[in-house]
């Protein structure tokens, strides 16, 4: 009798173990496809922060050079009007 209960018992905790080997498979495979997930948000963040960074610069240079156009224009219209009253 002891040895049926003991045979029970070991065969429940062989398929106790090889379900949770299962289960480890099946997590290892899920844990693997979030660092995949992972790496390529970071990734894809780093592209986006270079192109923002690259924009940045594009639109400070823009703003110089309406700046810049403006204190042209200014000059050129203080000129004009200075030689027409001579």
Not at 33 to 53: C, D, F, K, L
């Amino acid at each position: 009798m002891a040895a049926l209960v003991l045979l029970l018992a070991g065969a429940m905790i062989f398929d106790r173990l090889r379900w949770l080997g299962q289960r480890h498979a099946l997590l290892e495979q899920r844990c693997d496809g979030i660092e995949r997930t992972h790496a390529e948000s970071i990734s894809r963040m780093q592209r986006m922060e270079t192109s923002m960074s690259s924009i940045d610069m594009r639109l400070t240079e823009i703003r110089q050079d309406g700046k810049r156009n403006t204190e042209m224009l200014h000059v050129l219209i203080t000129g004009h009007v200075a030689a027409s009253k001579d």
